[in-house]
């Protein structure tokens, strides 16, 4: 079941590029899933059909309570990483042995064809990270791997943009900087089109992710190169915080981004991510805006102009 959230209500694409507005008293599927669940869509009657390049199509879910970032999830960029490290004459560095996240702002989220926004405080070294995400259905406490899946509402995709600038202080010890502030500026959070549910898939996943700036192709690997399966880590994640119906788990960006070849973001430029069996994430970027911290300090150290 592939269902979307829509100016129009919360609809199921029954058919493609056709869209069945469900007769249900929400706009966001976040807010389904903490009220009466990913069943009542299943069941929902159908008001009316309308194309689904008629309609404008929101982030799947608006506001998550929190969204779980899992880092070096893939072998390509595990070994992509190694290799950036024994470069900057740190080989010593390992690996950790299990998955590495951080928890970032649902106010981050925007949907597909809005604006990722550079921050005026961090414009420089801003970078894209195409990954495959999952959205929590039941809530999901300390359960077993085996019992994972059931409390999945389904997947979706995600844009997993950073400010490596502020990531780079943290790597050099900078006590004010954190990983999660680097991922967690407005609308560096891009999510969608749909949710597709996991009765879609296989275990272990294997879909095609390919991520395109400005057309060019700079990640294209597989899920099955994933360290960790979505099972593994929601079945670790949940023994460290209660997952809640609506949460957003980020599994990991491949190889490719742009922080190794040294092509950040940069106004006008076009990211799209593709995941095979969910669709394509397509957003703009846009200028930073006016800074009004007169006198705050900048990612760099430096007073803000």
């Given at each position: 079941m592939r269902l979307y959230s829509t100016a129009l209500g919360i609809a199921r694409e029954d058919s493609p590029g056709e869209l069945s507005l469900l007769d249900l008293p929400f706009t966001d599927l976040g807010a389904l899933l903490r009220g009466p669940g990913i069943a009542a869509a299943r069941a929902a009657a159908v008001v009316r059909r309308v194309a689904l390049d008629g309609v404008r199509v929101h982030a799947p879910v608006?506001?998550?309570?929190?969204?779980?970032?899992?880092?070096?999830?893939?072998?390509?960029?595990?070994?992509?990483?190694?290799?950036?490290?024994?470069?900057?004459?740190?080989?010593?560095?390992?690996l950790p042995t299990e998955p590495n996240f951080q928890v970032v702002a649902g106010s981050a989220v925007v949907?597909?064809?809005?604006?990722?926004?550079?921050?005026?405080?961090?414009?420089?070294?801003?970078?894209?990270?195409?990954?495959?995400?999952?959205?929590?259905?039941?809530?999901?406490?300390?359960?077993?791997?085996?019992?994972?899946?059931g409390h999945l509402a389904g997947l979706t995709v995600a844009n997993d943009v950073s400010a490596r600038d502020i990531q780079q202080r943290v790597m050099s010890g900078d006590p004010t900087a954190s990983i999660g502030v680097s991922k967690s500026f407005d609308t560096f959070k891009p999510l969608g089109p749909c949710l597709v549910t996991p009765d879609e898939f296989d275990e272990p996943l294997d879909l095609r992710l390919r991520t395109l700036v400005n057309g060019e192709v700079r990640q294209d690997d597989r899920t099955a190169g994933f360290i960790h399966g979505v099972a593994e880590l929601v079945s670790f994640l949940s023994r460290y915080q209660t997952l809640e119906p609506g949460d957003v788990v980020l599994t990991g960006t491949p190889r490719g981004a742009?922080?190794?070849?040294?092509?950040?973001?940069?106004?006008?430029?076009?990211?799209?991510?593709?995941?095979?069996?969910?669709?394509?994430?397509?957003?703009?970027?846009?200028a930073a805006p006016v800074a009004t911290n007169a006198g705050l300090p900048t990612s760099a150290g430096r007073p803000a102009p």
């Open positions: 608006r506001r998550p309570g929190k969204i779980l970032i899992v880092g070096l999830n893939y072998r390509s960029h595990a070994a992509e990483a190694l290799e950036m490290f024994a470069a900057m004459g740190r080989p010593g560095i390992t949907g597909p064809g809005e604006d990722i926004r550079l921050p005026a405080v961090a414009a420089g070294q801003v970078d894209y990270e195409g990954e495959v995400a999952v959205v929590i259905g039941r809530s999901a406490t300390a359960v077993h791997a085996a019992e994972a899946v742009g922080v190794f070849s040294g092509r950040h973001l940069r106004p006008g430029d076009v990211v799209e991510v593709e995941v095979e069996g969910i669709g394509a994430l397509r957003n703009r970027v846009a």
